[in-house]
């Protein structure tokens, strides 16, 4: 490079600099004006994540960049993480507690992660949390005399014990709700050892999401709706989204969007361990489509073997959805042994007819994922 190049770009990216810290001063009043629209929102009783207002506003700022030159997709997606942001802070004011004088909220398996998110959640909102592990319960009797809400989150393999076991002497007015990720035999279990209200909850997220806001959590009904209605409107002032589903449905699903999916991560984990491929190189030859899903087989493996065993081994259907997965797989493989490479073609189309719209649906949604992606690539 010439001294003029030099001297040309050292000027340029002073200047670059000076932008990006009136950035950095823009983002602080904008964090600060959110706040104070988050105490404003605490007070009224309102959540903080407000769709209409985001969509409203996403729609008005694209057309101002278009009019700008700039590109609506930018605005959004700067907006978008913004944000995200915004939900994040609203942990430091709390949330407003829909409900006054429930008695305690006895959290059984406290001490694991999901326990320790709603426990943290409702602690948050101003209710009385009390945390009841494995080593607790002697105190067990003294703790549900006093409860208003008993929330069960242990280990898949004994929820329906510890139900049936433990939770029979509950008060008559005590909600009696669950956060398994199956729903048929732990919402039996509940209906059958309490005669009050029952609510059965599966939060669709792992206990590392810094904020519920958008989150899903499915709902099954069990008994006397009305009672534990004030719990569903304070999980949505926590930004998270009800799904209703009867407790078979939401099952059969399972077996496909975990059982089998978590299965075939785990296999695909196998299969590198067992080639003993090396993941440097892998990584060094990745296209971001290939990195993205190397991180989402690697996170895995990051968790609970325990975890994923009993997702995997907690209904017996999965090993059905597992099964034709294999049968499918194996179909496939036939096709590319015979060279049968119109055959691929054929049932490749017949997929895509499938999907109908929302193939390009994904397509646009993805190109997004893979984007950011390569933008955390360092080097
Ligand atoms: C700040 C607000 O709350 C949330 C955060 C927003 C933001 O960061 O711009 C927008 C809408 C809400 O989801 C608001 O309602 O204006």
Redesign the pocket.
């Given at each position: 490079m010439n001294e003029k190049t030099t001297e040309d770009l050292e000027k340029l990216r002073d200047l670059i600099d000076g932008v990006d810290q009136q950035l950095l001063h823009l983002l602080r009043k904008r964090l600060d004006l959110?706040a104070q629209?988050?105490a404003v929102?605490h007070s009224a009783g309102l959540p903080?994540?407000?769709?209409q207002?985001?969509a409203a506003?996403l729609g008005k700022r694209r057309a101002e960049a278009e009019a700008m030159n700039i590109s609506p997709q930018l605005i959004e997606d700067i907006?978008r993480r913004?944000?995200r942001e915004?939900y994040l802070n609203e942990k430091d004011v709390g949330f407003k507690q829909v409900k006054q004088d429930v008695g305690n909220v006895v959290i059984v398996g406290g001490e694991g992660q999901l326990g320790r998110l709603f426990g943290q959640m409702l602690t948050l909102s101003g209710y009385p949390v009390k945390t009841l592990d494995k080593d607790d319960w002697a105190q067990a009797d003294t703790l549900f005399a006093e409860a208003g809400l008993v929330i069960v989150t242990v280990p898949i393999s004994i929820t329906c014990d510890v139900i049936r076991n433990k939770l029979t002497q509950l008060p008559e007015g005590c909600i009696l709700a669950d956060l398994t990720s199956i729903k048929t035999e732990p919402m039996a279990a509940m209906l059958a050892a309490h005669n009050g209200p029952v609510l059965g909850m599966h939060p669709m997220f792992g206990p590392d999401v810094g904020s519920l806001a958008k989150q899903v959590v499915v709902v099954c009904h069990g008994r006397e709706q009305e009672k534990y209605q004030w719990l569903l409107e304070q999980i949505e002032i926590w930004g998270a989204r009800l799904v209703e589903a009867e407790p078979e449905r939401h099952d059969k699903a399972m077996q496909l969007v975990q059982a089998m999916r978590h299965f075939s991560s785990f296999v695909y984990g196998l299969n590198l361990c067992k080639e003993q491929a090396d993941i440097d190189t892998l990584l060094q030859f990745s296209s971001p489509i290939y990195r993205l899903e190397l991180a989402m087989v690697g996170r895995l493996f990051a968790q609970s073997p325990e975890l994923y065993a009993d997702i995997i081994f907690a209904q017996q259907d999965s090993m059905e959805a597992i099964g034709d997965y294999l049968e499918n797989y194996q179909r496939a493989l036939e096709l590319l042994k015979s060279g049968d490479r119109q055959g691929f073609i054929d049932s490749f189309s017949q997929v895509a007819t499938w999907f109908g719209d929302f193939a390009p649906q994904f397509q646009q949604e993805s190109r997004a994922m893979l984007q950011s992606v390569n933008d955390m690539k360092s080097n």
């Open positions: 959110v629209v988050g929102k903080i994540y407000a769709p207002r985001e506003m907006l913004l944000m915004s």
